[in-house]
Structures are given as C-alpha cells and as structure tokens.
C-alpha cells in the first residue's frame, strides 16, 4: 500500500483547503493592522522627534523618514507578506482543526498524516483501520 493509496476523503480536504484559505487572509488582514499601526505609531514619533529638534539642515529629516520607511516596510514583509506566501502543509491544517474540534478525536490529523507518510504499510496499521477513520472523519466533517 503506498500513499497515494491513502486519500485525504474529498469532504475532509475541502474544509481543509477553506480552513488554510481563511487562516492565510485572517493572517493578512491582521498583518496589515499591524503594519499600519507600525507606521502610524513611527510617523507619530518621527514628527515628534522632528518638532523637539526642530533640524535646520534637510539630511537628518531625510535620514529619519527613511527609517520610518524602511522599518515600515520590514513591518509589512514580515506580518504581510511572509504570511502571504506561506502555505500551511495539509497534516497542519488538520492538527489545528483537531484542536480547534475535540469532538474529532484526532480523526482529521490521523488521515492528513497517513496521507502524507511514507512508512510501510507494517508501520501505518490494517487498512479496515484506516477506512475506518477515514469513513469516520468524513462522517464528521460537519463538526
């Protein structure tokens, strides 16, 4: 029996797939609520830092904008962008989802990793097993 032989039930990888998607845009949105604060919050400062020194030569205004900027930028990649562009492997999603949902006893994380596992058969358990769980996971999918 190889992995190919030990789907992820079709039911099961959709709610996955809209748990990852909803996980990657919540991600986003937050991420661009602290990137803006970010910036809001070093904006504020520079201005503040700007009116108590009040510099007369155009270099270090200059050079504090650039900062804001960079580190503005920094703030964005990090919370924005790297979540953007990850993407969670399907044995995650369903361990977060199993966490999420006691009542599916693992059911989810168990048939996402034997999906993505490449131990022999001997080491994965009977096949009416995995059916079972299988069956069983599907069954639940409405939790």
């Given at each position: 029996m190889s992995a190919a032989q030990i789907p992820v039930p079709q039911a099961v990888s959709r709610k996955l797939n809209a748990v990852s998607g909803?996980?990657?845009w919540v991600s986003i949105l937050a991420g661009t609520s602290l990137a803006t604060a970010l910036c809001c919050g070093l904006l504020l400062a520079a201005m503040l830092l700007d009116w108590l020194t009040t510099p007369?030569?155009?270099a270090p205004r200059i050079a504090l904008t650039a900062t804001v900027l960079l580190a503005g930028v920094a703030g964005w990649i990090y919370w924005v962008l790297r979540?953007?562009?990850?993407?969670?492997s399907i044995p995650l999603?369903?361990?977060l989802v199993d966490s999420a949902v006691p009542?599916?006893?693992e059911r989810w994380t168990t048939i996402a990793d034997l999906?993505?596992?490449s131990d022999?058969?001997?080491m994965r358990g009977?096949?009416?097993m995995i059916g079972q769980v299988a069956h069983e996971a599907e069954a639940m999918q409405h939790l």
């Open positions: 909803r996980r990657r007369f030569d155009s979540p953007a562009l990850e993407r969670l999603t369903a361990g009542e599916l006893e999906s993505q596992t022999p058969p001997e009977s096949s009416a």
